[in-house]
């Protein structure tokens, strides 16, 4: 079973600034992948971002950036220079077949 | 078309009636996804087809639900004798071949059901 946990239930940014949403994961599959997701107040769930766990690298994409500590089995999400467009709920998944399994989500609001 | 789509975005139906809800997925993939997302239970995987097969139906709810897919497409999730449980959104997600774990899954806008 995989189990992924988002502590911060809501937080507030200041436009421009960058903010990192904490994402911690359980799972006892050597290969796995991390996706973070936006799903703003229309309902649809946009992809922002993957990392592989064999992944050397933190994955980035443009304004995000995955900070990825495998050994503490967390995958955080940073967004820099945060834009008003940016609010809304960000989810964190984790899959190791077919099917994900997500976090409770957060939701981000930034401010003018 | 350029993404996934559902039909309809909306429902609001009376207790006991049927649903069917429907997905489209982007053209050439060939792994479909249902998943429902309620206030209580948060995220859940509902079924997954692989072309028109579903190898894994492990998240339906009860009997009461069912899925079909066809021509390696169009995907109708349906609901019988609804119940209020079941008011939800219903999102469906494609994505290429269904590749284990590195694979994106894209979604639909998805359908607000509400059980009256």
């Known amino acids: 079973a995989q189990k992924i946990t988002q502590t911060q239930p809501g937080m507030f940014v200041q436009e421009k600034e960058a903010v990192t949403l904490d994402c911690t994961y359980d799972?006892?599959?050597?290969?796995?992948?991390l996706f973070w997701y936006k799903q703003p107040s229309s309902g649809e769930m946009i992809f922002l971002i993957y990392?592989?766990?064999?992944?050397?690298q933190n994955a980035t994409e443009g304004r995000y950036s995955l900070n990825f500590q495998k050994a503490r089995k967390s995958a955080n999400l940073v967004i820099s220079a945060s834009q008003l467009g940016d609010s809304a709920m960000y989810f964190c998944?984790?899959?190791?077949?077919?099917?994900?399994?997500f976090g409770a989500g957060t939701t981000v609001t930034v401010r003018a | 078309g350029a993404g996934v789509s559902q039909s309809p975005s909306n429902k609001v139906t009376e207790k006991g009636k049927d649903v069917e809800l429907r997905c489209d997925p982007i053209s050439g993939h060939t792994a479909l996804y249902w998943y429902r997302q309620s206030l209580g239970q948060g995220l859940e995987f509902l079924i997954y087809f692989q072309g028109n097969s579903a190898p894994d139906k492990s998240g339906l709810p009860s009997d009461r639900f069912s899925a079909e897919r066809t021509g390696g497409s169009v995907s109708t999730l349906t609901i019988q004798r609804t119940q209020q449980e079941d008011s939800a959104v219903y999102l469906c997600?494609?994505?290429?071949?269904?590749?284990?774990?590195?694979?994106?899954?894209?979604f639909g806008p998805g359908t607000r059901l509400l059980v009256l």
């Open positions: 997600a494609s994505s290429l071949r269904g590749l284990a774990g590195v694979e994106t899954q894209y």
């Open positions: 998944a984790i899959s190791n077949d077919y099917k994900l399994s």
């Open positions: 799972t006892s599959d050597p290969s796995y992948g």
């Open positions: 990392q592989g766990s064999y992944d050397q």
